[in-house]
């Protein structure tokens, strides 16, 4: 299992332990001798969105590592003080620069190796007019026959594209719970 390892407590700066906590907790964790805090590693919220127009869906081409030059929907870590809805639409705008109206929730994919859960919302693209962010090398609009399968950046990405082109085809979208491991 992926884990990150905390050296120094972050309240007082003293080396911590490894081990399970006095406190009735089952798992090891960070715990400071000096103060007693305990430091839990928690996974991180990928938040993200699969813009939608009509039978076409928008990818980003990343400009960034990991992954540079693949592609995928955008994406990113919810930050502090937003919803997962709000998040996953600051991630559209930032990333591909794109206009959605937020849809339902779509998919959750928990991948424990890395620590990390990704979820996806529905977004139906406004317009087709594109400005990627930074983050992108370009954003472009793609049927389900003409994607670059073999080129996109991670599993959690095709997963849930897969998902979308299965439900579009039966004419309704459900909610996708899977595990990647």
């Known amino acids: 299992m992926h884990r990150h390892i905390i050296k120094h407590c972050r309240a007082c700066g003293t080396s911590v332990e490894l081990r399970v906590p006095d406190d ?59 919803t997962m809805a709000q998040g996953a639409a600051r991630e559209t705008a930032e990333e591909a620069g794109a206009e959605v109206e937020m849809g339902a929730f779509f998919s959750a994919m928990s991948i424990p ?40 950046a991670f599993t959690t990405v095709r997963e849930t594209l897969k998902c979308f082109f299965a439900d579009r085809r039966l004419g309704q979208f459900g909610v996708h719970d899977v595990d990647i491991t």
């Not at 798992?27 to 076409?56: F, K, M, S, W």
């Open 24 to 82: 009735g907790d089952t798992r090891e964790r960070a715990v400071c001798p000096a103060c007693g805090t305990i430091h839990y590693v928690n996974p991180l919220l990928v938040v993200g969105t699969v813009p939608y127009l009509g039978d076409q869906v928008l990818l980003c081409k990343r400009a960034i590592e990991p992954r540079y030059g693949k592609w995928t929907l955008p994406a990113g870590f919810m930050e502090l003080g937003e």
């Open 113 to 152: 190796r890395v620590g990390q859960v990704h979820v996806f919302y529905l977004a139906r693209l406004l317009r087709e007019r594109f400005d990627p962010g930074h983050e992108s090398l370009e954003a472009r609009l793609f049927t389900e026959h003409d994607l670059p399968w073999d080129e996109l």
